[in-house]
Structure formats: C-alpha cells, structure tokens
C-alpha cells in the first residue's frame, strides 16, 4: 500500500501549522487539522497576507478532513488542533494525545475544554499514547509521550509513524528533535519520509546555540542511520527567515548523501512564503505605498 504525502499548510506555506494529509488509497489520514497567526510578531499583528493564507489554507484542511477516515491530534496547541472547529471530527476516527497523562497544565486545560464534544461528535475517539493501530494493510504507530523541545514545560507530544509499503513519520513538536527520547522512535521506525519541526531559532534564549547543536547533531544522525529519501524540516524552524543557515552542516550532509533536506513549500516544488518571519517587512512595505 503506497502512501501519498500531501502537506496541508505550514509555517513555510504562511501559517503556523502542519498539517498533513495521507492517501493510502482505501483509506486516508489527516494528521493535525489546524492552523494559527502569532498574535504579535515584532510589535506587530498578523499581516492581511496572513489573514488571508489562513483562509485559503483552513479552507484545504477542512475539504481534506471531510475525505480522511482517521484524525490524528498529537497535542493540544492550537496550531495542531482548532476548538472552534470541532465539527470536522464528526463521524471521523479520532487518534489522540491523551487528555490527562504526561500533559502540562496549559494542554490539560485545552483537552478539558475540547475532549467532551469530540466525545459527542468522533465515530471513535481512542487515546493514542505509545499504541499501535491497524486499519486494513495500514499500521499506526505511535511513540509514548516525549517532551515539547528540550523539556516539558510546554508539555508532551506523541509522534506517528504509518506503515504501508513505506513509511511516513511526523514528529510533532520536538523542536529539533533535541532529546534521545525523541530519537528513539524516529531511528526504530526507520521511515523513508519524515516530517519535523526544527529548533526555535526564531527565539532569542539563552540554551538556543547549546540547542541548534543538539539539533545539528541529531538531524545528522538520521540522515545518516535512517537514510531517509526525504527530509522534510519546518514550523518553529520557518518562523526564522535566516533557518538554513542555522543548520548548515545539515544541508550539506543531506546534499552529500543525496537525501533531500526541504521545507513543505520545497516538497510541495513551492518557494517557501515566510509571512509570520516578514510581517515587519510586509508592514513597512503596506506603509511605502500608503
């Protein structure tokens, strides 16, 4: 059973997101149905350019969650899930990061809020932390719970893996990945495309260069013991319109290997569209030609 990848809306497509829909051919999987703006980026609101790729994108999302059979949410942000928009899980198998363990209070909250009405609307809604699912020829893998980045303070997320004749993993939000846990399940399940989010460099802090190491050696690490045809890094690490340059030796260890190392804009043979990273930008240029 061949998978086809088709990324939704993300950071390098305008939007805070990463949504990605998966056609395995009998059956189709939508992982993370949502899309967010940065309240404030530079002093500033979200550009009318954003406003209107959220439109545009969310408006994707909602026709491929009426396709999919299965809804994935692996944590409770909400770039990663919408509790205004619960009706698209109506009828839908629902794998989700479970509301009440291994969570910080921020995401218990959110789950508290939104878990009841999916109860209401799912065919199915089945907590997803550390177990396996299988529909027909197709296997959904998912990691126990491992930290939002360095450390759990923004809680935990589950990664997934689909097995059909190959392999599709997305981490969620590991930031990197920059923790052995997080690696774990990526260098078990050996996929042939992944998905991951990538450090925060967007951020000033003051572990974020002991970070990008950790994260340079780890993406190194899978383009050299996964071997991956396709690399996909995006969200946090797109929000930084300097992000290749933050990982150097990345790009030219996936060049050397003849692994592709792309955002979703890449994958998707689009020229990434960092709106959040030029809002200043989009906004000095709205101010020229008043």
């Known amino acids: 059973m061949g998978l086809e ?15 990605t829909y998966i056609d395995a051919g009998e059956i189709a999987i939508l992982i993370d149905p949502a ?31 009426r396709e999919a059979e299965i809804l994935i949410v692996t944590h409770y942000h909400y770039d990663h899930i919408d509790p205004e928009e619960s009706g698209i899980y109506a ?11 291994m969570i910080n209070t921020s995401q218990r909250r959110r789950a508290a809020a939104i878990i009841p009405r999916l ?11 550390g177990k396996h699912f299988q529909f027909g020829d197709l296997e959904v893998r998912f990691s126990t719970p491992v930290p939002h980045g360095a450390d759990a303070r923004r809680g935990y997320v589950v ?3 689909i097995r059909g004749d190959d392999v599709f993993l997305f981490t969620s939000d590991v930031q990197g990945p920059l923790l052995e846990e997080q690696m774990e399940f990526i260098l078990h399940e050996k996929p042939e495309i ?29 383009l050299e013991e996964v071997e991956p045809e396709r690399l ?3 969200h946090h690490l797109t929000r930084d319109l300097e992000y290749r340059d933050r990982l150097p030796e ?23 569209n960092l709106l959040e990273a030029r809002r200043r930008e989009l906004y000095g240029e709205a101010a020229a030609e008043a």
Not at 5 to 17: C, E, F, M, T, Y
Not at 250 to 271: C, D, F, H, M, T
């Open 91 to 101: 009828d839908k198998t629902v794998l989700i990061k479970h509301p009440r363990r």
């Open 119 to 129: 109860r209401e609307l799912a065919l199915e809604l089945l907590y997803a932390d």
């Open 194 to 222: 992944i998905f991951i989010d990538g450090p925060t460099t967007y951020i000033e802090h003051p572990m974020m260069e002991v970070e990008l190491q950790w994260a340079s050696r780890n993406l190194r690490r899978i």
């Open 5 to 19: 990848i088709k990324p939704l809306a993300s950071d390098s497509l305008g939007v805070r997101s990463l949504a």
């Open 35 to 65: 899309t967010a703006l940065a309240p404030d980026r530079y002093g500033l609101p979200p550009h009318p350019l954003e406003i209107e790729a959220k439109r545009r994108l969310w408006s994707n999302i909602k026709a491929k969650a």
């Open 232 to 234: 996909v890094l995006d």
């Open 250 to 272: 990345v790009y030219e260890l996936g060049e050397e290997l003849g692994i592709r190392v792309e955002s979703v804009a890449e994958y998707l043979g689009q020229e990434p």
């Open 159 to 161: 990664e997934v893996s």
